[in-house]
């Protein structure tokens, strides 16, 4: 592990509960599309070191996090917190499941189901140009209380026309899907709404965000003949969980 200093560029509140940080990228700072980083506030202990998902593809000038102000929580109230210049301490060693060379080649529709900020890492997805060339849909599924936690993801994608974005909204009424993706995923809600069937020979699938998501979404692709990678066989979908 390899320590750096970085600062905040902007620091936007988002949503109620959400701020976006644009952190510099100091010198030699690289990452893959869909890695997460570890940051820390200054000085702080080693278990007060957090990972965040990286929401702007390789090779960007920034490094963008959404970050979840977790009620009672040690450090993220602290984060989200931060102000424009602020120092931030951060691990030059990027790691992460939801790289898309990891899943098997071949795939036309890449589907991204998240929860809240779990959209971090599909937002760098969606937006990597490299990625967006390879698929014929990109259908991002994106698990939220309220509206308004839509929107700060709804503001960092590039529209086009290979990218579907969809809310689950378990809140507020008046959705085109309300309730939780794992039910509108098994009722077939989602799939009516992309106008696109899940199935192992085109689709591939990433899932970040809450566990409870993570495995009932899991499950039922399970269902379908799609599974992760395992032991040097390819598999069409990735998983990264938020906390067990
Ligand atoms: C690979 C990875 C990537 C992550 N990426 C992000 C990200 O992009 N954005 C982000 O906001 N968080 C992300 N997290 C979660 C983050 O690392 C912290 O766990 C979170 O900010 C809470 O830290 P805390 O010190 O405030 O809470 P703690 O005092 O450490 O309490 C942790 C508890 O808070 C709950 N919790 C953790 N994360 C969340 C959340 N997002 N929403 C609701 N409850 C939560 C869980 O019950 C967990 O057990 C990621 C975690 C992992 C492992």
């Avoid at 192992?200 to 692709?221: D, F």
Wanted: aromatic share 6%.
């Amino acid at each position: 592990m390899a320590v750096v200093r970085t600062q905040v560029l902007e620091a936007v509140q988002a949503a109620d509960n959400v701020v976006a940080l644009d952190l510099a990228v100091p010198e030699g700072v690289r990452w893959k599309t869909g890695e997460f980083v570890r940051v820390a506030l200054p000085g702080a202990p080693e278990d007060a070191w957090r990972c965040y998902s990286i929401a702007t593809p390789a090779g960007s000038p920034v490094l963008r996090l959404f970050i979840a102000r977790v009620k009672g929580g040690k450090v993220s109230p602290r984060l989200c917190a931060l102000k424009n210049g602020d120092a931030l301490m951060m691990d030059t060693e990027m790691m992460g499941m939801l790289l898309e060379e990891r899943l098997e080649p071949g795939g036309r529709d890449l589907w991204l189901f998240a929860t809240g900020t779990g959209a971090a890492s599909f937002v760098a997805v969606a937006n990597d140009e490299t990625i967006r060339a390879r698929y014929d849909n990109i259908i991002l599924v994106h698990g939220v209380r309220t509206w308004q936690e839509t929107q700060y993801v709804g503001r960092s994608l590039t529209p086009g026309p290979t990218l579907q974005v969809m809310a689950c909204v378990t809140r507020d009424k008046g959705a085109w899907i309300s309730g939780r993706i794992p039910d509108a995923l098994a009722d077939g809600r989602i799939e009516k709404t992309a106008g696109l069937t899940l199935d192992p020979a085109r689709s591939r699938a990433m899932i970040c965000g809450n566990p409870a998501m993570v495995k009932a979404v899991r499950e039922t692709l399970k269902a379908r003949g799609m599974t992760s990678p395992r032991g040097g066989k390819p598999g069409q979908v990735l998983v990264e969980n938020f906390w067990l």
